[in-house]
């Protein structure tokens, strides 16, 4: 294949079946887990950051504190979050997954591992190399792409 036109299409038809196909596993698991689609934002974005506050939330959700904060509240009522003090703002709260949201989020991704390797079973040995060589070029370029939007920190933002 070498037309560009069919090159891109092909990547991006591949990419939307992907997307479609992860969306749809992932709603499937959030709903029977009894949560929202924001609420397991919330979970995956403590799994990834570890730890942070309503406020970090708020801005990567682009909603108000206060609906962070009630998506919140549910999380640490389910047991899946908990909040302790922010050493270093005592008015603060700082958030971090439980056990139990840890494993939640655990399991959320060996499901779709699951998927994925029953995927991989489909194709050819010698076409499986294919697509891990193309899938870490996408990696690639994916880690390329968030390094350049990350914000400028300023000296109000520390990290």
């Given at each position: 294949?070498?037309?560009?036109?069919?090159?891109?299409?092909?990547?991006?038809?591949?990419?939307?079946?992907?997307?479609?196909?992860?969306?749809?596993?992932?709603?499937?698991?959030?709903?029977?887990?009894?949560?929202?689609?924001?609420?397991?934002?919330?979970?995956?974005?403590?799994?990834?950051?570890?730890?942070c506050?309503?406020?970090?939330?708020?801005?990567?959700?682009?909603?108000?504190?206060?609906?962070?904060?009630?998506?919140?509240?549910?999380?640490?009522?389910?047991?899946?979050?908990?909040?302790?003090?922010?050493?270093?703002?005592?008015?603060?709260?700082?958030?971090?997954?439980?056990?139990?949201?840890?494993?939640?989020?655990?399991?959320?991704?060996?499901?779709r591992?699951?998927?994925?390797?029953?995927?991989?079973?489909?194709?050819?040995?010698?076409?499986?190399?294919?697509?891990?060589?193309?899938?870490?070029?996408?990696?690639?370029?994916?880690?390329?792409?968030?390094?350049q939007?990350?914000?400028?920190?300023?000296?109000?933002?520390?990290?």
């Amino acid at each position: 294949m070498t037309d560009p036109i069919q090159i891109t299409e092909t990547i991006r038809n591949g990419m939307d079946l992907l997307t479609h196909r992860t969306f749809r596993e992932h709603g499937r698991f959030v709903k029977a887990a009894g949560l929202s689609i924001p609420q397991f934002g919330i979970l995956l974005q403590l799994h990834y950051q570890h730890k942070c506050g309503v406020s970090d939330i708020s801005n990567r959700m682009d909603i108000t504190s206060a609906a962070a904060s009630q998506l919140v509240d549910k999380l640490v009522q389910g047991g899946l979050v908990e909040r302790a003090e922010d050493p270093n703002d005592r008015r603060a709260k700082e958030l971090k997954l439980t056990e139990k949201g840890r494993q939640m989020v655990e399991t959320s991704m060996a499901r779709r591992h699951q998927w994925v390797d029953k995927m991989l079973e489909l194709i050819d040995p010698a076409e499986r190399e294919k697509v891990a060589e193309a899938m870490s070029i996408l990696t690639r370029v994916l880690a390329q792409m968030k390094e350049q939007e990350k914000p400028t920190e300023s000296a109000s933002h520390p990290v």
